[in-house]
């Protein structure tokens, strides 16, 4: 995103993702935002890694709601994270395909890091210096008693967008305002001081158990103020540093 145009940046994008963003816009003619269909920043991420229960205010809020009986692992350090079907991501402009009518599905909206090199067991004090940029994502979650990652990896389950915002953008990402209406409807904000692990701790954890690659994507967590959605709402996630992205739900056939 530059100004209010956007540039492709997509093709070729791998190892030394990083280095290469900033010349690619540098070097590339804009198209006007209002003529264009926003898909999602990330094309083809090797993984997508999300962390639960990660906002002091929505652990307690789970145990309040109790709508996933014997999944709300509310300690992250107990919890870990775990990995959504890639097969899930779409862009903003493509919308959520809302299945299984019958059970409470519910929105979070997060802070994403997109992954620019190659990282394995990285020390906290450097892990920043591995991510690319940062995203808007919605984590869609059908509630039940079905595995986590299960429940969340149905197509369409995870909105990526509404642009990849450069590392350089957001000196601090420990300070960024996130928030959600629904169908105008003020459900979620807050700022992601809130974590109980920061991103870089997030980043070290899951560089033990994986290798990450460029294009990795890695949902932070949810704040307090998740709800359910049904076709035909409206949702518009905005953050002061990483823009606004509207999403339509409907119902799948």
């Known amino acids: 995103m ?19 963003v900033p010349a690619k816009i540098d070097g590339l ?39 996933s009986p014997g999944h709300n ?7 870990g994270m775990f990995l959504k079907a890639t097969s899930s991501l779409v862009g903003p402009s493509q919308g959520i395909a809302q299945r299984f009518l019958d059970r409470r599905t519910d929105f979070e909206v997060e802070m994403v890091a997109i992954i620019g090199r190659v990282a394995s067991e990285v020390p906290r004090e450097r892990a920043l210096e591995y991510v690319a940029g940062y995203c808007l994502g919605l984590d869609i979650t059908v509630r039940g008693t079905e595995d986590r990652s299960f429940r969340k990896s149905i197509d369409s389950y995870t909105v990526l967008g509404p642009w990849l915002t450069t590392a350089d953008e957001v000196p601090d990402p420990q300070d960024v305002q996130l928030k959600i209406t ?18 870089a701790q997030l980043i070290e954890f899951a560089s033990r158990f994986y290798t990450l690659h460029p294009g990795d994507v890695f949902f932070t967590g949810t704040p307090a103020g998740v709800g359910p959605i049904r076709p035909g709402d409206r949702l518009i996630a905005s953050s002061d540093r990483l823009g606004d992205m509207e999403v339509q739900v ?4």
Do not use: C, F
């Not at 926003?38 to 205010?57: D, E």
């Not at 003020?186 to 109980?196: A, E, G, K, Y």
């Not at 409907?250 to 056939?253: L, Q």
């Open 182 to 199: 629904q169908n105008g409807v003020l459900r979620q904000n807050t700022n992601t001081s809130d974590m109980v692990w920061p991103l």
């Open 29 to 67: 003619p804009g198209t006007p935002l209002a003529g264009v269909r926003l898909l999602s920043p990330v094309r083809a991420p090797g993984k997508i890694l999300a962390a639960p229960v990660n906002y002091k205010a929505h652990i307690e809020e789970m145990h309040r709601s109790n709508v």
């Open 2 to 20: 530059r100004g209010d145009q956007v540039v492709d940046i997509t093709d070729g994008a791998g190892e030394g993702l990083i280095a290469r």
């Open 73 to 79: 692992l509310a300690d992250i350090d107990k919890a």
């Open 250 to 253: 409907r119902e799948h056939k």
